[in-house]
């Protein structure tokens, strides 16, 4: 029951934009990012409760719906730093009983911005 | 302390052994997660613990893993007779509480040989 992410993969030039979708078969009560650059640990970017909620990050920015349990991060003008795997991670409805906040990731996105 | 924190950040094994992985979070954190990263691979929920109650277990691939926690702080993840297949990162994650922002460690890498 984890996310599905889409793109698995994606290559942008500085500059360029690019979105990485998460859908869920389950009610959210949450959506988590993360990105993890090579051989370091995961590091969060935003988290979004609410249905229709948008949040901003620099210039990466996420919205959230939850009444098609699917999330979507949008990277603006990409830089060279923002290369890495990124995350969505899922955590249950607060109704769901024990093990609702269980944090479920997807396989994650792997981004690469080359100059 | 500061951070999450791991240990060993490394640690080889001959097949058949058990192995047993430390975590300690952040103080004053209740949810605390393991996760297993193999090469080039997404994370994989193993157990959550939230406080006192009873963890969540649902993601331990086999009997052979097993975690325990002791209230809210230190928790340990051991592997029974390690197989090669366990080779991995094991991550350790702690939050506020759960659903709250996550705060991974570094990671145990280990290695079955």
């Known amino acids: 029951q984890q996310p599905v992410q889409s793109p698995q993969a994606v290559i942008l030039r500085e500059g360029e934009d690019a979105v990485i979708n998460c859908s869920s078969s389950?009610?959210?009560?949450?959506v988590h990012w993360y990105r993890q650059k090579h051989g370091e640990a995961p590091v969060f970017l935003m988290i979004?409760?609410?249905?229709?909620e948008q949040k901003g990050h620099e210039k990466i920015s996420a919205s959230f719906n939850e009444k098609k349990q699917q999330s979507s991060l949008y990277l603006t003008a990409s830089q060279l730093s923002y290369s890495g795997t990124y995350f969505c991670?899922?955590?249950?409805?607060?109704?769901?009983?024990?093990?609702?906040?269980?944090?479920?990731f997807g396989k994650g996105t792997k981004l690469s911005v080359i100059p | 302390g500061a951070g999450v924190s791991q240990s060993p950040s490394n640690k080889v094994t001959e097949k058949g052994k058990d192995v047993e992985l430390r975590c300690d979070p952040i103080?004053?954190?209740?949810?605390l997660y393991w996760y297993r990263q193999r090469l080039g691979q997404g994370l994989e929920f193993l157990i959550y613990?939230?406080?006192?109650?009873?963890?969540?277990k649902s993601g331990l691939p086999s009997d052979r893993f097993s975690a325990e926690r002791t209230g809210e702080s230190v928790s340990t993840l051991t592997i029974q007779r390690t197989q090669q297949e366990d080779s991995a990162v094991y991550l350790c994650?702690?939050?506020?509480?759960?659903?709250?922002?996550?705060?991974f460690g570094q990671g145990t890498r280990l290695t079955v040989v």
């Open positions: 994650a702690s939050s506020l509480r759960g659903g709250n922002e996550a705060f």
């Open positions: 991670g899922q955590a249950g409805s607060i109704y769901s009983g024990a093990g609702s906040y269980q944090l479920t």
């Open positions: 979004l409760l609410k249905g229709g």
């Open positions: 613990f939230q406080g006192n109650s009873a963890p969540d």
């Open positions: 103080s004053g954190h209740t949810a």
């Open positions: 389950k009610a959210l009560y949450s």
